[in-house]
């Protein structure tokens, strides 16, 4: 035990121990008539013993001649036995050194008139030596007990649970976080074997055996009605002789953790639906498709050339949604190499491979719970990964590689791709089970060039975005330039027209010109644009409105019958009138 020793041991703590030391050999001091003080390292009075009133009295102003003999280094003079100061034959003073922690704190002094008997140096050296015991035994009793309030404090303070055991795996403690975890009570706790409380006894059990402790590991509870998943590290405790005393176990909810994971990892949704501009027709119909969507928990496919806004409209349905509050996690299929795919959507647990983390890790997918997965380039995922993703759609479950406890997760999958997946089907290269799992509701962005109406929109938008970002006035746009941008066929879409926009803006003074554009837009001919405008999509075109048609027929029927048919109901959380619902389901013969 370290003694923790207050900077000044104040005259009230010393006089104390004088104090208790003194009164237990009262008689005998009694007998001897000797007048005892305590004398600081400044030769400072702090307390005496007064013989003639048999009373312990606090500093005095009485001279005391002797007290300039008392040397500082008098403790390294009288090591060993007891010494003093001889002022004659007969008289003097016995000197005994009261040490705190190896170090002189102040003396005790004996000052005598007639020559001492032998056995009154070591008497007085065993009182100081009493007394050195006694005030060391109290701040160590003071450290433990403020340690003992820390430790308390902070357990009971701490947001994870923990609890100890001792050697034989006897629970002795358990803070009130642990107890709410568990959903016990201490009475249930206390004494009992560890493995009575928690399955897996062996493993908790290990860190009294092995050397080492271990951290983030996946432990069950089952309770009657469900099972509480907890994630728990373990420390070995030892004595300070290397004797084991038992074990110390940090827990978590693994719902805490993801939560916390989640926050770091997840995606800043930034993109609501006031943030898509649009003027035409197709995009409205897109976006009340969007919204209606957006209230359900069906899994949405979004399908479109690159640069329409897939991860806008994604992020916007997800803020729209019942899980804004939970996390958006975004995982890009075609960025990860194909050997990972599955530990980054599922996570592992430890040792499931060389050079897994130790502890193992949570997958996107679990760190999605409560909130939306957004699968980008669905298209890339690899075959072998799409049944596994297909097994998790369906069991609403996934199951870390290397671990055998299916886990429960609650999500929304959003997913995108530019490539048409239909196509990717015929070439197998995508499975069919999987796309009608994907494809519930259906949100096929039209590309730029069939919404030419939105473009004045968007170029103010990017103009004054621009500007902002510059810290300068925003440049006018003449009515033949935007022209001309109508007339362009922009196969990197929104993106290209973004990009575009950025760079005029900033070659501008105060109009943007012909001039700034690049040449393949400022040289295009009305009569190319022509051509170009009526040149079909070789993706979209042909099948953009069928694709719509058919995401809205499952939408309504989905809707229809999660609200038991109930066509008011449908009308209204769909964002349309009752008349239109009907002429709806008409059209698309949906019968109830
Ligand atoms: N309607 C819109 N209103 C405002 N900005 C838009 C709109 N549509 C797209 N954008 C902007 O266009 C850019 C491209 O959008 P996004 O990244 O969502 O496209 P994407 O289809 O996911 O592209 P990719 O397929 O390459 O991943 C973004 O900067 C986005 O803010």
């Not at 403690?173 to 107890?179: A, C, E, H, V």
């Not at 709410?180 to 004494?191: A, P, Q, T």
């Not at 806004?309 to 349905?317: N, S, T, W």
């Not at 048919?565 to 009308?571: D, M, P, R």
Request: charged residues 25%.
């Amino acid at each position: 035990m370290i003694v923790t020793k207050p900077p000044n041991l104040s005259t009230k703590y010393l006089t104390t121990a004088f104090e208790e030391v003194i009164t237990s050999y009262k008689t005998l001091l009694k007998d001897l008539e000797l007048n005892l003080y305590i004398v600081n390292r400044d030769h400072s009075v702090i307390c005496y013993f007064n013989r003639s009133n048999m009373k312990i009295l606090e500093q005095t102003n009485e001279p005391l001649p002797w007290l300039q003999h008392v040397r500082s280094d008098l403790d390294i003079a009288i090591n060993g036995t007891a010494k003093g100061i001889k002022f004659s034959k007969d008289k003097g003073v016995i000197v005994c050194p009261i040490k705190i922690d190896h170090h002189v704190e102040c003396y005790l002094c004996c000052p005598y008139e007639r020559k001492p008997n032998p056995t009154l140096f070591f008497s007085i050296r065993l009182l100081s030596k009493h007394i050195s015991f006694r005030i060391t035994n109290q701040i160590n009793m003071e450290t433990i007990f403020l340690k003992n309030k820390y430790h308390e404090k902070i357990c009971v303070a701490s947001s994870e649970g923990s609890f100890t055991i001792n050697k034989f795996g006897e629970i002795t403690y358990m803070n009130q976080k642990g107890l709410e975890i568990l959903e016990m009570e201490s009475k249930d706790i206390f004494g009992k074997h560890v493995s009575d409380i928690f399955e897996h006894d062996k493993q908790l059990l290990e860190v009294l055996e092995s050397s080492n402790g271990w951290v983030n590991r996946d432990f069950f509870i089952y309770k009657p009605n469900k099972r509480i998943h907890i994630v728990k590290s373990a420390i070995r405790l030892v004595d300070d002789r290397k004797q084991l005393v038992g074990g110390i176990f940090l827990f978590r909810e693994i719902k805490t953790v993801r939560n916390f994971v989640a926050n770091l990892v997840s995606t800043n949704t930034i993109y609501t639906f006031d943030d898509i501009l649009f003027e035409s027709n197709n995009m409205a119909e897109v976006i009340q498709l969007a919204k209606a969507a957006a209230k359900t928990d069906s899994s949405i496919l979004i399908e479109s050339e690159s640069g329409t806004g897939k991860e806008l409209i994604a992020q916007a349905i997800h803020n729209y949604s019942n899980r804004c509050n939970g996390p958006f996690i975004t995982i890009d299929c075609s960025s990860i190499p194909h050997d990972l795919v599955e530990s980054e959507l599922f996570g592992y647990v430890q040792g499931a491979f060389t050079g897994a983390k130790k502890g193992g890790n949570i997958g996107k997918f679990e760190l999605s719970h409560g909130g939306t997965i957004f699968l980008d380039e669905i298209g890339e995922m690899p075959l072998d990964m799409q049944s596994k993703l297909l097994r998790a759609i369906q069991s609403r479950t996934i199951t870390r590689v290397g671990g055998n406890d299916p886990i429960p997760v609650d999500f929304r999958i959003i997913a995108a791709t530019n490539r048409k997946l239909e196509n990717e089907i015929r070439h197998r290269n995508f499975r069919l089970d999987l796309f009608y799992r994907l494809n519930v509701i259906h949100i096929a962005l039209p590309p730029l060039r069939e919404r030419v109406e939105d473009i004045p929109t968007l170029v103010n938008l990017f103009i004054e975005k621009t500007s902002k970002r510059d810290n300068r006035p925003s440049p006018a746009i003449s009515n033949h330039c935007i022209q001309l941008l109508k007339s362009y066929r922009w196969p990197g879409n929104v993106r290209e027209l973004e990009n575009i926009i950025e760079r005029v803006t900033i070659l501008a003074n105060e109009e943007i010109q012909l001039k700034h554009f690049p040449k393949y837009i400022s040289e295009l001919q009305p009569a190319t644009l022509a051509v170009k405008e009526n040149k079909p999509n070789p993706m979209y075109d042909t099948d953009t409105e069928m694709v719509r048609q058919s995401a809205e027929r499952q939408l309504i029927s989905n809707t229809l019958s999660e609200l038991n048919g109930n066509k008011s109901l449908t009308a209204k959380k769909l964002g349309i009138s009752r008349s239109s619902l009907y002429n709806k389901l008409k059209s698309y013969n949906i019968t109830i």
